[in-house]
């Protein structure tokens, strides 16, 4: 977080009023929101603010931006609730709080090619997975000569939930990129990618394991599976794997312990965890 004295936000509780500047309904429950903040977000890809109303209250969203991309950020808020049913009511020009940024995030000097070689970056997301995971595909292709091979695996439920597929047709354009779309039903829809789930083409990857840096975020039944695929197929190192915790965040400053994990906090301590880091911890990915 900036914490510089003259910083709007260097008080991280008190939120900084933004103007919505898009509000774009996704699916049925998911809507992009953009908002102009009164300064530059200044994140890591992975971390989260949180966002609300005065009277109302607030709820800890995904950053799903860039980093290049000034006072304007990013989010896709899903309607779940009451705070949540309330921010689907805002409309352009109307304002909205953000606190933040909070927790890890990625740090894109350790996926970055290096004198040592060019890496391999897998990640997969699942469902809402993509919304966290976007603030940290956008730079990697904004700047993709700096980095190695990208495989991403993108799961949906069904293809009306399916989340960015026009940015998605534009990442694959991105040199040594590969990115495999499923849903694991059809429903009827009209889809022209795979059907199956996010743990069917692991095994085809072709990857450096040793020099291979996965990414994982999505339902917490997904990690499981996702992880065991993995083990049984490649011996890539568990401090080469990151897990994205979106998990059950309230304050966003591990004051209220509604994230807490035994003695860590997803809210301070991740929500971007090396699979090194939960070795003891196996609560955290059930």
């Not at 991280?12 to 102009?36: K, N, W």
């Not at 534009?170 to 499923?182: F, G, M, R, S, V």
């Amino acid at each position: 977080m900036n914490n510089t004295p003259d910083s709007v936000n260097s008080n991280p509780y008190i939120p900084m009023m933004a103007e919505i500047q898009l509000v774009e309904p996704l699916t049925e429950r998911e809507t992009l929101f953009r908002v102009l903040l009164p300064e530059p977000l200044n994140h890591r890809p992975g971390q989260f603010v949180m966002a609300g109303l005065p009277g109302i209250g607030e709820c800890a969203i995904s950053i799903s931006s860039g980093l290049e991309s000034g006072p304007i950020l990013e989010m896709v808020i899903r309607k779940a609730g009451n705070v949540t049913g309330v921010l689907h009511q805002l409309k352009k020009s109307d304002m909205m709080g953000i606190r933040g940024p909070f927790g890890s995030g990625f740090d894109l000097n350790d996926f970055r090619n290096n004198k040592e070689g060019n890496k391999d970056i897998v990640i997969i997301a699942g469902g809402l997975g993509l919304v966290p995971l976007r603030s940290l595909i956008i730079p990697i292709m904004a700047h993709k000569s700096d980095y190695g091979r990208v495989h991403l695996i993108i799961g949906s439920r069904t293809p009306k939930e399916a989340l960015f597929r026009q940015q998605i047709r534009e990442w694959k354009q991105q040199p040594d990129c590969t990115i495999t779309e499923l849903v694991d039903d059809t429903d009827f829809q009209v889809w022209d990618g795979e059907v199956g789930l996010v743990t069917e083409p692991i095994h085809k990857l072709a990857i450096d394991e040793k020099n291979t840096l996965l990414v994982l975020c999505g339902p917490p039944v997904m990690y499981k599976f996702v992880l065991m695929e993995i083990k049984m197929n490649f011996n890539i190192p568990d401090e080469h794997i990151y897990v994205d915790l979106e998990r059950r965040m309230r304050c966003g400053l591990g004051k209220c312990g509604h994230c807490q994990i035994n003695h860590v906090y997803c809210c301070k301590d991740g929500p971007v965890f090396r699979y090194s880091q939960l070795a003891d911890l196996p609560e955290a990915l059930t």
